[in-house]
Nanobody, 116 residues
Framework: QVQFVESGGGLVQPGGSLRLSCAASGFTFSSYVMRWYRQAPGKERELVASISNYSGSRNYADSVKGRFTISRDNAKNTVYLQMASLKPEDTAVYYC?????????WGQGTQVTVSS
């Protein structure tokens, strides 16, 4: 059974930092690209960052380039999203995602709120 457990969200002031974690189970984690998406109220879900299976390739949305860093620890079956210089427009529910042969899988989401 594929499962993701996300953590690390919360309330942070503009300019602050957070690190999101997503612990995966139920599949061979090291074999797959992992992604972080986010969805703000009233908006469509958007891709924030992706990382290849052995971290050789990382891609970011233009809106987060230079501020967010995606990483993974295949020994811990965990993908991370380090977020810095946070802005109010980063407020959203953040989801980890994997596209597996058996289908698309999503975490439950973790809320990030950037506000003073």
């Amino acid at each position: 059974q594929v499962q993701f457990v996300e953590s690390g969200g919360g309330l942070v002031q503009p300019g602050g930092s957070l690190r999101l974690s997503c612990a995966a189970s139920g599949f061979t984690f090291s074999s797959y690209v992992m992604r972080w998406y986010r969805q703000a109220p009233g908006k469509e879900r958007e891709l924030v960052a992706s990382i290849s299976n052995y971290s050789g390739s990382r891609n970011y949305a233009d809106s987060v380039k230079g501020r967010f860093t995606i990483s993974r620890d295949n020994a811990k079956n965990t993908v991370y999203l380090q977020m810095a210089s946070l802005k109010p427009e980063d407020t959203a529910v953040y989801y980890c995602h994997a596209d597996l042969p058996r289908g698309n899988y999503w975490g439950q989401g973790t809320q990030v709120t950037v506000s003073s």
